[in-house]
């Protein structure tokens, strides 16, 4: 239904914001044709990577549409053969599973048409022609690291942890995984952390991990010292039910420096988060993407590679940074890609310095 309302409201937005002197661009005849995977699992896919990658498209003067599947594999199936059947020479996307990622690239692949998986690796099938990412193994160690920072921190001993991994369906998911526990996996080993429990979140989907937190903390009699979360929404989700049940706050980690996790970071309320200069990597892939449509040579661009499970697939990997209230000005700030004025609205002004 939410699909069908949004297929009637685009043209009308689309004419709306023609009248009003704005510049959108939704699908239409483009030489590069984005898929944002949702808006619910991040802020950041409709707050940063459109912003980003319009900013980049723009720039070097290339026709383009932005379009999102608002979760909906088969919506996104259905977008990537409409940008195939308006001329788009390169599509530049976020799957929502493998196994509908698969089915774009083969379809793609049999039009000729080039496919850049940005931000998570297709892993069914014989792969992308292009991968655009950061090296999510580092993230997910970041997250580790940070957690035992914390922990160290507030001074406890022998913590019982919750782990609340993302989607079982996002190969990003398995990879920070794979990192945080390269860092907690021996501690729980060795006695000096007890795990509660460690479940996966379907979708991202937030209110989901409000719900498998909250029954963890029923199920341990409240009893949670700190907790693993995989990104920025799930860790607001462990503050959620925290408050809900009148608990005090707890070590927890995040992803992607939203603006709601530097608040709860300001707070007090998160311990940190991963910082993944989306800025840098929307402009790589623009600048892939642009290369391909021009028909220039990508070697130097993608300097690495990444194998998919079948294939060695060209990418270009970025470096993330963990953040803590320590670092906030100096990453995120510095880097332009949050400001002072976005993130101290309402009650978190009091948690931001003075002489910003």
């Known amino acids: 239904m939410l699909n069908r309302v949004f297929r009637i409201l685009t043209p009308l937005i689309a004419l709306f914001t023609l009248i009003m ?21 991040s802020a950041r896919w409709e707050a940063d990577d459109r912003r980003f990658l319009s900013a980049a498209f723009d720039a070097a003067g290339v026709t383009y549409s932005i379009v999102n599947a608002e979760g909906d594999a088969q919506a996104q199936i259905n977008q990537a053969e409409q940008a195939i059947t308006n001329g788009a020479k390169v599509i530049l996307m976020v799957n929502l599973d493998s196994g509908s990622g698969a089915s774009i690239i083969q379809l793609a692949r049999d039009a000729g048409v080039k496919v850049i998986d940005y931000d998570r690796l297709t892993i069914e099938g014989p792969g992308a022609d292009f991968y655009v990412s950061f090296d999510n193994e580092a993230v997910g160690r970041i997250q580790g690291e940070g ?3 914390a922990v160290e921190a507030a001074g406890l001993t022998n913590p019982r ?3 609340l991994n993302g989607s079982p369906t996002d190969n990003n998911a398995t990879l920070f995984a794979n990192g ?4 907690i996996k021996p501690l729980f080993e060795s006695g000096a952390w007890t795990l509660v429990d460690d479940q996966s979140v379907p979708n991202w989907d937030n209110q989901e991990a409000l719900v498998i937190f909250e029954q963890m903390l029923t199920a341990a ?3 949670i010292d700190a907790a693993i979360a995989a990104n920025d929404g799930i860790a607001s989700s462990v503050i959620a039910a925290l408050q809900n049940q009148g608990l005090p706050f707890i070590p927890v980690t995040g992803q992607d420096a939203t603006v709601g996790g530097i608040q709860n970071i300001l707070a007090g309320r998160q311990s940190m988060t991963v910082y993944k200069a989306i800025k840098a990597q929307a402009e790589a892939a623009a600048a892939l993407a642009i290369a391909i449509v021009n028909g220039e040579d990508t070697s130097a661009i993608a300097t690495g590679a990444v194998n998919n499970g079948t294939n060695d697939i060209p990418s270009v990997l970025l470096v993330p940074v963990g953040v803590t209230s320590a670092n906030i000005a100096e990453t995120v700030i510095a880097d332009g890609f949050r400001t002072w004025e976005e993130i101290c609205v309402g009650e978190f002004e009091a948690f931001c310095p003075a002489n910003r």
Do not use: K
Request: hydrophobic share 50%; glycine share 14%; proline share 3%.
């Open 21 to 41: 002197g704005v510049t959108v661009q939704a699908q239409g005849t483009a030489d590069i044709a984005v898929l944002l995977p949702d808006s619910a699992s």
């Open 221 to 223: 009699g409240g009893g």
């Open 161 to 163: 942890v919750a782990v």
């Open 147 to 149: 957690l035992v920072a």
């Open 180 to 183: 945080y526990n390269s860092v």
